[in-house]
């Protein structure tokens, strides 16, 4: 790594932070400097991680919105990655680190659905459901959770939603069912 080594540089990175089950302050710093300087050095798998690593707040880094978009939008670009679409899809319907545009964000969950990620199924429950950049269709989001319970199966966030929708709906039997299961 200290030769420039960019994969060198990530697979140290993954070595400090194990798998976020190294609470060694020090260790985890010196494990995001290194994912970081492999993400500058396009490192696929690092580019993505750090995105989501300030989206989310891991591995001791603080929340940094702005940050998470910018990676996020490289991930994009440059590998067409599944996950980032959805994250920069939440991003922009609740404006974290970019202006919001709930619009935009469903296109983006759009595209992580299309590209097979199950937290995209989830979010897109939620946004038909909320009308958060699209128009409210509860049959839609029963239809989007339907996907996330298939990919998830037994999430109690995915069947909450479920539950909520049916309620949405006026369908009292199913809202009672899946509230249940949750």
């Given at each position: 790594?200290?030769?420039?080594?960019?994969?060198?540089?990530?697979?140290l990175a993954v070595i400090y932070l194990d798998h976020n089950k190294n609470t060694d302050a020090k260790l985890?710093?010196?494990?995001?400097?290194?994912?970081?300087?492999?993400?500058?050095?396009?490192?696929?798998?690092?580019?993505?991680?750090?995105?989501?690593?300030?989206l989310n707040g891991t591995y001791g880094a603080a929340k940094d919105y702005a940050k998470s978009a910018y990676?996020?939008?490289?991930?994009?670009?440059?590998?067409?990655?599944?996950?980032?679409?959805?994250?920069?899809?939440?991003?922009?319907?609740?404006?974290?680190?970019?202006?919001?545009?709930?619009?935009?964000?469903?296109?983006?969950?759009?595209?992580?659905?299309?590209?097979?990620?199950?937290?995209?199924?989830?979010?897109?429950?939620?946004?038909?459901?909320?009308?958060?950049?699209?128009?409210?269709?509860?049959?839609?989001?029963?239809?989007?959770?339907?996907?996330?319970?298939?990919?998830?199966?037994?999430?109690?966030?995915?069947?909450?939603?479920?539950?909520?929708?049916?309620?949405?709906?006026?369908?009292?039997k199913n809202a009672i069912e899946w509230l249940e299961k949750a």
């Amino acid at each position: 790594a200290q030769k420039e080594c960019a994969e060198a540089m990530y697979n140290l990175a993954v070595i400090y932070l194990d798998h976020n089950k190294n609470t060694d302050a020090k260790l985890q710093k010196s494990g995001r400097e290194w994912m970081e300087k492999a993400a500058e050095n396009n490192i696929d798998k690092a580019v993505i991680f750090v995105g989501d690593m300030y989206l989310n707040g891991t591995y001791g880094a603080a929340k940094d919105y702005a940050k998470s978009a910018y990676w996020l939008k490289n991930a994009i670009e440059k590998y067409n990655n599944a996950r980032s679409y959805t994250n920069l899809g939440i991003s922009y319907v609740k404006g974290l680190g970019v202006d919001k545009d709930q619009t935009l964000g469903a296109k983006y969950l759009k595209k992580g659905a299309e590209l097979g990620d199950d937290k995209a199924y989830f979010n897109l429950g939620v946004i038909y459901m909320e009308g958060l950049g699209v128009e409210s269709d509860y049959d839609e989001a029963i239809r989007w959770f339907e996907k996330a319970n298939e990919a998830k199966k037994s999430d109690k966030k995915v069947l909450y939603g479920m539950g909520l929708a049916y309620k949405g709906k006026g369908d009292r039997k199913n809202a009672i069912e899946w509230l249940e299961k949750a």
